[in-house]
């Protein structure tokens, strides 16, 4: 057994993950980042994209993470997502559908703070149909 | 005094009463439990995100001048804004009114010291009890919030909202006011400063300060991005409480009531029996009385 350290996935609502692991791919703001233990100390923002946990090399699970922040120490890293859903759990139409919705919303909004919003909706919803294939 | 029928009627309508509050605590006690649920499995994420801004906090605050506003404030406390969360329903004993009571006790103390105050009110209870008093203070308010449990998306819009009430110079100093769930019998009403950041006091202070982190991107970049974030979710967190304190103020109110009705039927009854023999006895007296008489 390789070596391995605590990794969280954490939601608003509930703890969604949270075990030993050996290696985890984050989608950080500026670029993927993997995580093995003893990664030095590290805080950054999350994009919308796929969390991947390994396991003997391989992905074991993969989840979708909508945005947020990861905290890494040497034996502990957590992820802060708002919406975290397994990739298996996607649906594809209503994602779809929800990309559709968001980019009329967008058009359509009279607010800059509005436009903020449901950019950033379509952003999430377009990663996650990304995430699907 | 009243005839034995008024009695039977009073039975009644008490016993009426006492189903009502009965199942009243029922469906409390079942809320109760999901509430509580709910509010402990959002604590890890609080706790992180506490975590994370504290860290970043204990960073920023060699170089106070380019911090964002939103940790370290405007530099004045004029004018200071109250988020009062209370629920949308009444019969939960003192549930909304300890919050406003100590709202109230607030806005006097921070009016005397010459502040401007500002409210915020969450929930229909809360409005009903301060617009009378402090009706041309709520600049915000919003109601039917958590009927079904809070959700981080109602928390995240009113979070939103406070940020950018933030962003307009509308307030330099933000609290919210909740009940904070201790046991089922027990909530204490709490104050907790949102903006600007104060980092609460239990974390462990020697864990983060030495431990040198590295950004990415730059921590001013991550602190505007954090911020925002950590006061909806303790917004949510205060929402959650209060959603568990709610259930649990109702749960010990509806048995109270539920007793006390119980207690009044017992004497109710005892009255009414005691009555109808005397009726009887007197009856009775009559009849003898009147055969004794031929």
Redesign the interface.
């Known amino acids: 057994m390789a070596d391995t350290f605590q990794f969280?996935l954490?939601?608003?609502?509930?703890?969604i993950f949270?075990d030993a692991v050996e290696f985890v791919v984050v989608p950080?703001?500026?670029g993927d980042?993997g995580v093995l233990p003893g990664h030095?100390?590290?805080?950054?923002?999350v994009r919308p994209g796929v969390v991947e946990i390994h396991e003997d090399n391989q992905p074991k699970h993969r989840y979708f993470v909508s945005g947020?922040?990861a905290?890494v120490?040497g034996d502990r890293c957590?992820v802060?997502s708002?919406e975290t859903i397994p990739i298996d759990d996607i649906d594809r139409e209503a994602t779809q559908k929800r990309l559709e919705l968001a980019e009329l919303e967008w058009r359509d909004a009279s607010s800059d703070?509005d436009r903020k919003k449901y950019e950033a909706d379509v952003t999430v919803a377009q990663a996650m149909l990304d995430a699907l294939k | 005094m009243p005839s034995l029928k008024d009695l039977r009627i009073r039975i009644n309508s008490v016993r009426q009463t006492q189903k009502i509050t009965s199942a009243m605590k029922l469906v409390a006690a079942s809320k109760l439990k999901r509430a509580q649920e709910?509010a402990e499995?959002?604590r890890?994420?609080a706790e992180?995100?506490d975590?994370?801004v504290g860290?970043?906090a204990g960073v920023m605050s060699d170089r106070s001048e380019d911090a964002p506003r939103l940790l370290a404030g405007t530099g004045a406390d004029a004018t200071h804004l109250i988020v009062v969360a209370t629920g949308d329903r009444g019969l939960c004993g003192g549930f909304n009114s300890s919050i406003t009571r100590a709202v109230r006790a607030r806005i006097d103390e921070l009016q005397k010291d010459g502040k401007s105050v500002k409210l915020y009110c969450v929930g229909r209870k809360g409005i009903e009890q301060l617009r009378r008093d402090f009706g041309n203070l709520i600049i915000e308010q919003i109601q039917g919030v958590g009927r079904r449990g809070a959700?981080?998306d109602e928390?995240?819009e009113i979070g939103r909202k406070i940020a950018?009430l933030f962003e307009d110079g509308q307030f330099d100093v933000c609290t919210i006011v909740y009940n904070r769930f201790r046991t089922v019998m027990s909530q204490v009403v709490t104050f907790q400063q949102l903006i600007p950041f104060a980092a609460p006091e239990q974390t462990e202070p020697a864990d983060t300060s030495d431990?040198?982190?590295?950004?990415?991107?730059e921590e001013t970049?991550?602190l505007e991005?954090?911020l925002p974030?950590n006061i909806s979710?303790q917004v949510?967190r205060a929402l959650l409480e209060n959603g568990a304190s709610e259930q649990g103020a109702r749960m010990t109110a509806m048995d109270s009531a539920t007793r006390n009705a119980g207690e009044m039927i017992n004497k109710l009854t005892l009255n009414y029996n005691r009555m109808r023999q005397a009726q009887i006895t007197t009856e009775l007296i009559e009849i003898v009385s009147g055969a004794e008489a031929l």
């Open positions: 969280e954490v939601a608003p609502e509930k703890l949270s950080g703001m500026e980042f030095a100390l590290l805080l950054s923002t947020g922040f905290e120490t957590t802060l708002t703070e | 709910a499995s959002a890890p994420y992180s995100m975590r994370m860290s970043l959700t981080y928390a995240a950018g431990a040198i982190y590295e950004f990415e991107p970049e991550i991005e954090l974030r979710v949510f």
